[in-house]
């Protein structure tokens, strides 16, 4: 047993320890029950016998124990020998299964070695086989071709003798099939062309063909101008048409010109431009003549061409071209009998005259161009107006080829029709000033209520669509620049004496010239409105009616605003993209905004002296002597009072303008509240409890400053976040002042000025001053010369953290 296992040990070769994951330890351990405590790494043979012999007691059974493990180890080891021996067992089947493994691969290389050479056989044989098949392939394929040649060259000899006499005997409708078929032989002979019996027999059909071309030519003319001497009737030259087609492209072209011509002598003669009824007064006549020309010649001669030739659709081109030319000459030499109203009447029947043409040789409608007088913003609905519809209609008449035709030569000049508009919108500037004077109190409001747009502005928006889509018809050039250029002049003029002079108590004429150079109008306006309004000490305020105005110039100025850069992205849109870059109207939209920032300005200055008077009496009010905190002080109460009379009616006024009813509140915030902070130093002397009802009063307008946008509504809204920020920051500041105020100040001055630094971060050493002031410190100047040190030192210090 002893000399076999060191056998086993020995042919099983060097142990190799064998890890396997835990994965696979734990599925081995769920197959077989579990393993031995034993073979755990972390088995500590100590605690085990511990365990298993916990008492003295327990050490009676220690011979059992030890014959329960030697019978264990016995087995274990039997298992061992078992294992090692089916070990060397599989070893030895292994290496007979290999080498009968090797000894089929050796078989199987000698029978595909074999297969090899019977496929080389194979292929030879078959090489052979096939040799003479594809000979004969060869010589067949050769004799198919030369068979096909043959068929094509008698062909070929017998359709020139054909063509030759059919062309003799005019018999066109005879001739076109052959003639194709014969060009259709030429085509595969392309690559014989060095054979000289095939060139000769290439060149006679050529010579027919244009022969052919020629004859047809003669025949039309002869049929045409030939008067009653000519035999040739429609019906022949009907079916020479169809001949023409199969012919060079240069001989239908060379037809068609020469008729086309001699149809339009009889309009050149007539019109010529030594007739009078040449001249624009009488351009009607022109287009009547064409019209009436079509009528006939379709009855008469229409069924002579064939229909794709579409010759009354060339007819009427090469009119329009003709016309063109003649009206621009006419136009040249009596340029000095032209005036808007002829320009237009020829302007209105030429494109009238193009609509029809179009409508006549495309079967579609063009859209006429409407402008809603109803609309909010005219230039919204002119894309809607001008797409295509249902039916696939066109969308503008400058996507048709015919609109523009005859009318581009009306382009040179229209700086006439230019000028007239010019003149036209001056009149309707003076009427709109007219009725604003006449009718101050109505204000020629769009709809009923306060701060609605004016009307006029509307007006004066539809009025410029009009004359964009009537000039836009006649020309994309330089024209257009021109109308942009008057668009603009009278936006400014809009702007000037309508706009500004609607605003109370103003000087239209200084303000707008401010605005344009670019200085700050806002502080300049209010000053002014400070002047005026307290003159002989009298503090007056917008009267309702004035605050309607205002609010309506603001709507009017953002509707002005909005339309404007609708009205530059149309003019972009129809002026030739070359010219687009050229068309600014950014100058006038600032305008707009800076109207829409006085407005804003004047209506905060007017709410700021309202509340002027409760902050003067802040001031007066004896700080120093207050015994206890009540509640909100009088002058809280008055400007909560002014905010809540004011700010409700603005609100509706601008209902239809949030957003500048949102700026309105920031302006005011921002203006209000540092002369409230002002008006807080000026209460000096204060006590503490002084200090305490002054923070309570900061509070309180605090809140009702928060609730600003939404003070007097039924409905609660939540303020813009914007707004919220402004008066948070700016009355935290106000609450800070306070609060330093209250500060013990005695034996503590650089503790003090850190504190002042960390609250008001952005303080100047003046507000610092004024905050003692308020305290009622009494310093020495060498005190508040180091105070003033320290001061400077701490905030040099924050500004670096």
Same mark, same amino acid.
């Given at each position: ?412 000049? !229209? $700086? %006439?029709?230019? /000028?007239?508009?010019? @003149?036209?919108?001056?009149? &309707? ?6 009725? *604003? ?76 010239? !401010? $605005? %344009?150079?670019? /200085?700050?109008?806002? @502080?300049?306006?209010?000053? &002014? ?6 003159? *002989? ?265």
């Amino acid at each position: 047993m002893d000399s076999n296992d060191a056998t086993d040990d020995k042919d099983s070769g060097p142990e190799v320890q064998i890890n396997f994951p835990s994965s696979v330890m734990s599925r081995i351990e769920e197959l077989m029950g579990g393993t031995e405590q034993f073979d755990s790494d972390d088995f500590d043979a100590v605690a085990y016998i511990n365990r298993v012999f916990p008492t003295e007691q327990s050490l009676s059974g220690v011979e059992s124990a030890v014959a329960r493990c030697e019978f264990r180890l016995s087995g274990v080891e039997q298992d061992i020998r078992r294992l090692v021996r089916a070990q060397a067992e599989q070893r030895e089947a292994g290496q007979e299964a290999l080498t009968e493994a090797q000894r089929c691969i050796a078989e199987l290389a000698l029978q595909v070695a074999d297969i090899n050479k019977k496929a080389e056989r194979s292929e030879s044989m078959v090489r052979e086989i096939t040799c003479e098949i594809k000979q004969l392939d060869c010589a067949k394929c050769n004799l198919t071709a030369a068979i096909t040649a043959l068929n094509h060259l008698h062909m070929l000899a017998g359709g020139v003798d054909t063509l030759t006499t059919m062309t003799k005997n005019r018999q066109y409708k005879e001739i076109a099939l052959p003639m194709q078929a014969i060009m259709e032989v030429l085509q595969h002979f392309e690559c014989y062309r060095d054979i000289r019996e095939l060139s000769v027999l290439r060149d006679q059909v050529h010579s027919i063909r244009n022969d052919l071309g020629n004859q047809i030519l003669a025949d039309f003319k002869q049929a045409f101008t030939g008067g009653s001497k000519s035999n040739i009737t429609h019906r022949t030259l009907s079916e020479a048409c169809g001949v023409v087609d199969i012919l060079d492209a240069k001989v239908k072209q060379d037809l068609l010109k020469w008729f086309i011509s001699m149809q339009l002598q009889e309009y050149q003669h007539l019109y010529s431009s030594e007739q009078e009824c040449a001249w624009l007064t009488h351009i009607e006549r022109r287009y009547a003549w064409l019209k009436k020309h079509l009528l006939t010649f379709e009855d008469t001669l229409g069924n002579i061409f064939p229909y794709q030739w579409a010759l009354s659709e060339n007819i009427a081109r090469q009119f329009c071209k003709i016309t063109s030319t003649e009206l621009s000459n006419l136009m040249a030499a009596r340029r000095n009998e032209l005036d808007v109203k002829l320009l237009l009447y020829a302007i209105q029947n030429t494109y009238n005259f193009e609509l029809l043409l179009h409508k006549r040789f495309t079967g579609t409608d063009l859209k006429p161009d409407n402008v809603d007088t109803n609309s909010k913003q005219p230039f919204d609905n002119e894309t809607k107006d001008n797409t295509a519809d249902s039916d696939g209609q066109q969308a503008e008449g400058s996507s048709s080829s015919w609109v523009g035709l005859i009318g581009s030569c009306f382009e040179p000049y !229209l $700086s %006439l029709y230019i /000028n007239s508009l010019d @003149s036209n919108l001056s009149s &309707l500037i003076e009427r709109f000033v007219q009725d *604003a004077k006449t009718s101050p109190s109505e204000a020629n409001m769009t709809a009923s209520g306060e701060g609605a747009v004016i009307s006029s502005c509307a007006d004066l928006f539809l009025f410029y669509k009009k004359c964009l889509v009537q000039c836009a018809r006649l020309t994309t050039g330089e024209p257009m620049l021109e109308l942009a250029g008057v668009f603009q002049k009278y936006l400014r003029e809009y702007a000037s004496s309508v706009l500004q002079a609607a605003l109370p108590r103003t000087n239209p004429t200084s303000l707008l010239s !401010l $605005s %344009l150079s670019g /200085n700050t109008v806002p @502080s300049i306006v209010t000053n &002014l409105h400070t002047l005026l309004r307290d003159e *002989a000490g009298n503090v007056s305020r917008y009267t309702k009616q004035e605050i309607s105005k205002i609010t309506s110039v603001i709507t009017t100025s953002e509707y002005c605003l909005e339309t404007t850069i609708h009205l530059e992205q149309k003019l972009k849109e129809k002026v030739s993209p070359k010219l687009s870059d050229k068309i600014d109207l950014t100058p006038e939209q600032d305008l707009f905004h800076k109207i829409i920032s006085n407005c804003i300005q004047m209506l905060v200055q007017d709410l700021e002296t309202a509340c002027e008077p409760a902050l003067q009496s802040m001031t007066k009010i004896s700080w120093l002597s207050f015994d206890n905190v009540g509640d909100q002080s009088s002058y809280v109460t008055q400007i909560i009072m002014h905010l809540k009379n004011t700010v409700p009616n603005l609100r509706d006024n601008l209902s239809s303008s949030r957003k500048y009813f949102t700026q309105f509140c920031i302006r005011f915030a921002n203006s209000f509240i540092p002369k409230f902070i002002q008006n807080v130093y000026k209460c000096k002397p204060i006590s503490t409890v002084g200090s305490e009802q002054l923070l309570l009063d900061t509070h309180m307008l605090k809140t009702a400053l928060l609730e600003l946008p939404s003070i007097g509504s039924e409905v609660k809204r939540a303020a813009p976040a914007t707004y919220t920020k402004v008066v948070l920051k700016l009355m935290t500041k106000a609450e800070m002042v306070l609060k330093l105020v209250m500060a013990p100040l005695e034996g503590n001055l650089e503790g003090f000025v850190t504190q002042f630094v960390k609250l008001l971060p952005d303080c100047s050493l003046a507000e610092f001053h004024k905050v003692l002031d308020m305290k009622g410190a009494k310093l020495s100047k060498t005190q508040m010369s180091n105070l003033d040190a320290v001061f400077k030192n701490a905030c040099k210090s924050a500004d670096v953290k």
